[in-house]
Protein backbone atom coordinates (compact mmCIF):
# COMPACT_ATOMS: atom_id res chain seq x y z
CA UNK A 1 0.00 0.00 0.00
CA UNK A 2 1.65 3.44 -0.83
CA UNK A 3 2.23 5.79 1.99
CA UNK A 4 3.52 9.41 2.02
CA UNK A 5 7.19 9.09 3.51
CA UNK A 6 8.99 12.24 5.47
CA UNK A 7 12.63 12.84 6.30
CA UNK A 8 15.03 15.62 7.29
CA UNK A 9 13.65 16.50 10.82
CA UNK A 10 15.61 16.63 13.94
CA UNK A 11 16.98 19.48 16.55
CA UNK A 12 18.35 22.24 15.96
CA UNK A 13 19.07 25.47 17.55
CA UNK A 14 17.53 29.03 17.06
CA UNK A 15 18.25 30.79 13.81
CA UNK A 16 19.09 27.22 12.55
CA UNK A 17 17.96 25.53 9.09
CA UNK A 18 16.56 22.40 8.06
CA UNK A 19 15.03 20.67 5.11
CA UNK A 20 12.24 18.24 5.38
CA UNK A 21 11.22 15.52 2.50
CA UNK A 22 8.05 13.50 1.13
CA UNK A 23 7.78 11.13 -1.14
CA UNK A 24 5.47 8.50 -1.88
CA UNK A 25 6.25 5.01 -0.72
CA UNK A 26 5.49 2.99 -3.90
CA UNK A 27 4.73 3.79 -7.76
CA UNK A 28 1.72 6.22 -8.63
CA UNK A 29 0.31 7.72 -10.93
CA UNK A 30 0.27 11.50 -10.89
CA UNK A 31 0.60 14.11 -7.43
CA UNK A 32 -1.76 16.67 -7.25
CA UNK A 33 -1.63 19.31 -4.37
CA UNK A 34 1.18 19.13 -2.05
CA UNK A 35 0.71 20.40 1.68
CA UNK A 36 2.52 20.90 5.06
CA UNK A 37 1.05 21.05 8.12
CA UNK A 38 2.53 20.79 12.03
CA UNK A 39 0.72 20.02 14.98
CA UNK A 40 2.57 21.46 18.61
CA UNK A 41 1.53 19.42 22.12
CA UNK A 42 -1.68 20.62 23.04
CA UNK A 43 -2.33 22.56 19.48
CA UNK A 44 -4.04 22.26 16.42
CA UNK A 45 -2.59 20.55 13.39
CA UNK A 46 -2.19 23.85 11.15
CA UNK A 47 -0.80 24.06 7.46
CA UNK A 48 2.12 25.64 7.34
CA UNK A 49 2.40 25.66 3.21
CA UNK A 50 1.55 24.54 0.44
CA UNK A 51 1.52 23.98 -3.38
CA UNK A 52 -0.01 22.90 -6.59
CA UNK A 53 0.61 21.10 -9.13
CA UNK A 54 1.36 23.74 -11.36
CA UNK A 55 3.89 25.45 -8.51
CA UNK A 56 1.78 28.03 -6.94
CA UNK A 57 2.64 28.35 -3.30
CA UNK A 58 1.02 29.55 0.08
CA UNK A 59 2.36 29.70 3.87
CA UNK A 60 0.96 30.72 7.11
CA UNK A 61 1.96 34.39 8.10
CA UNK A 62 3.85 32.63 10.85
CA UNK A 63 6.50 30.94 8.55
CA UNK A 64 6.23 33.74 5.76
CA UNK A 65 9.30 34.73 4.26
CA UNK A 66 11.53 31.97 6.64
CA UNK A 67 9.69 28.57 4.79
CA UNK A 68 10.23 27.49 1.65
CA UNK A 69 7.99 24.81 0.20
CA UNK A 70 8.96 22.95 -3.63
CA UNK A 71 7.96 20.45 -5.31
CA UNK A 72 10.47 17.75 -7.65
CA UNK A 73 7.65 16.62 -10.29
CA UNK A 74 10.34 13.90 -11.76
CA UNK A 75 10.89 12.54 -8.29
CA UNK A 76 7.71 12.73 -6.79
CA UNK A 77 8.95 14.71 -3.57
CA UNK A 78 7.99 17.94 -1.86
CA UNK A 79 10.12 19.63 0.12
CA UNK A 80 9.98 22.13 3.05
CA UNK A 81 13.38 24.21 3.85
CA UNK A 82 12.76 25.94 7.08
CA UNK A 83 15.30 28.78 7.95
CA UNK A 84 15.68 31.15 10.51
CA UNK A 85 13.98 28.88 12.80
CA UNK A 86 12.29 29.72 16.11
CA UNK A 87 11.47 27.69 19.28
CA UNK A 88 7.96 27.89 18.44
CA UNK A 89 8.57 26.04 15.15
CA UNK A 90 8.73 22.73 17.68
CA UNK A 91 6.21 20.43 16.63
CA UNK A 92 5.28 17.15 14.73
CA UNK A 93 5.52 17.94 10.90
CA UNK A 94 3.27 16.02 8.63
CA UNK A 95 3.18 15.93 4.49
CA UNK A 96 -0.16 15.93 2.76
CA UNK A 97 -0.88 15.38 -0.63
CA UNK A 98 -3.70 14.24 -2.97
CA UNK A 99 -2.28 10.85 -4.83
CA UNK A 100 -3.76 9.10 -7.76
CA UNK A 101 -2.62 5.15 -7.46
CA UNK A 102 -3.79 4.05 -10.79
CA UNK A 103 -5.47 6.29 -13.71
CA UNK A 104 -8.75 5.17 -13.73
CA UNK A 105 -9.51 5.72 -10.27
CA UNK A 106 -10.03 9.55 -8.46
CA UNK A 107 -7.64 10.91 -6.26
CA UNK A 108 -7.52 10.45 -2.66
CA UNK A 109 -5.74 12.35 0.38
CA UNK A 110 -3.23 10.98 2.06
CA UNK A 111 -1.00 11.54 5.21
CA UNK A 112 2.71 10.68 6.42
CA UNK A 113 3.73 9.35 9.42
CA UNK A 114 5.19 12.99 10.68
CA UNK A 115 8.67 13.90 11.77
CA UNK A 116 9.71 16.10 14.79
CA UNK A 117 11.14 19.27 14.17
CA UNK A 118 12.74 20.31 17.99
CA UNK A 119 13.87 24.29 17.95
CA UNK A 120 15.69 25.12 20.98
CA UNK A 121 16.38 28.27 21.94
Known amino acids: QVRLVESGGGLVQAGGSLRLSCAPS????????MNWYRQAPGKQRELVAAITSGGRTNYADSVNGRFTISRDNAENTVYLQMNSLKPEDTAVYYC???????????????WGQGTQVTVSS
Open 26 to 33: GSIFSIGA
Open 96 to 110: NADLTIIAAFPPRNY
